[in-house]
């Protein structure tokens, strides 16, 4: 191990009890990231599951009561989708607050935390897709072409998005404040993006915005291949 003004760096290849700690490390990071999001609830984990679920039923009242229906399946679609993107973003952004993982040890390697990070990813959103996958699948009869795709696409932005939120985490941390601008424009951003409606339903400087939200992009595409209203083709 080199230790330089360049940083610290393993010269050489692993030995293999290294790598099996290595394993063991990025594992027990992941499960540290699920108690944490557990927290002291009782439900802990399963409330991955059942957040996006919630939220679309709150949201899918709220919308009944105003008439301003847009179709439960979009709107399952959008918010759970736009959920799935907030919470990998902010994770990204929260990220450098914890050098260790949760591990109190002399030195974890980088790529032990990158793979644990990008593994927590994964099944953070397998979590959060999988019960609007049955819902989608079974309760409204959206064909499986789009279920899968809804899957897909939603761990693909997740990445994207903790990525993007990664690297703005340095800044953020240098300049706190920054963080309530975030939380801000994330707000603005879920009533703004083509989450609680089909960008269809968009006009003039609004829609011409969503043209550069990537949200949109991913949503869209997920609402054509259900056979709902969307405008992917013109983006």
Same mark, same amino acid.
């Given at each position: ?37 557990? =927290?002291?609830?009782?439900?802990? +984990?399963?409330?991955? $599951? *059942?957040?996006?679920? %919630?939220?679309?039923?709150?949201? /899918? ?40 993982? =949760?591990?109190?040890?002399?030195? +974890?390697?980088?790529? $032990? *935390?990158?793979?644990? %990070?990008?593994?927590?990813?994964? /099944? ?40 993007? =939120? ?70």
């Amino acid at each position: 191990r080199v230790i330089d003004s360049k940083g610290c760096r393993d010269i050489g290849k692993l030995t293999e009890v290294e790598k099996s700690l290595d394993r063991e490390r990025g594992i027990f990071v992941i499960r540290n990231k699920l108690r944490n999001s557990a =927290g002291r609830r009782k439900l802990g +984990v399963l409330w991955l $599951v *059942l957040d996006p679920v %919630a939220m679309s039923l709150v949201y /899918l009242f709220v919308l009944t009561v105003v008439r301003s229906y847009p179709g439960i399946e979009s709107l399952f679609i959008g918010i759970s989708m736009f959920r799935i993107l907030q919470a990998s973003f902010m994770t990204g952004v929260n990220s450098i607050q914890d050098f260790t993982g =949760g591990l109190i040890s002399e030195r +974890v390697r980088s790529r $032990v *935390l990158v793979s644990a %990070a990008l593994r927590y990813r994964v /099944l953070e959103t397998t979590f959060q897709s999988s019960a609007i996958s049955v819902i989608l699948l079974f309760g409204l009869g959206v064909n499986l072409r789009a279920v899968l795709a809804f899957i897909i696409l939603s761990q693909i932005m997740g990445i994207l998005a903790e990525g993007v =939120g990664l690297n703005m985490s340095k800044l953020v941390r240098r300049i706190p404040d920054l963080s309530n601008l975030i939380r801000y424009f994330m707000l603005l951003m879920f009533f703004g993006s083509p989450a609680l409606y089909p960008m269809a339903t968009t006009t003039g400087l609004h829609y011409k915005i969503n043209e550069y939200n990537p949200f949109s992009y991913f949503v869209e595409s997920v609402r054509y291949l259900a056979d709902l209203e969307s405008v992917i083709f013109n983006l």
